[in-house]
């Protein structure tokens, strides 16, 4: 099991305040740990035009739209997060 560089081991989700604190744009390593997906297999559903949710292309690397990543897993922006999620 490996570690990002903020922490997070590879088979473990994000949680609601973090999937609402990502940027505009976020990698496909990201968003594929988002849906609960594995890094290469996110890569894999990219380049075959599969993954769950809109991919931009951008010279040789591939963007999510976190709204798009959001609305895919019914994550609604404007809802306060939890009282225990900010803990």
Known sequence: MTSDAIGHH???G?????????????DIGTAARALGLGRSTGYELAR???FPCRVLRIRSSYRVPTADLLRVL???P????DAREIA
Do not use: F, I, K, S
């Not at 994000?14 to 976020?26: D, F, G, I, K, M």
């Open 74 to 76: 019914g994550v609604d």
């Open 14 to 26: 994000l949680t609601r305040a973090e999937l609402l604190a990502l940027p505009v744009t976020v």
């Open 78 to 81: 404007g809802d306060a997060p």
């Open 48 to 50: 075959c035009g599969e």
């Open 10 to 12: 590879e088979d473990q």
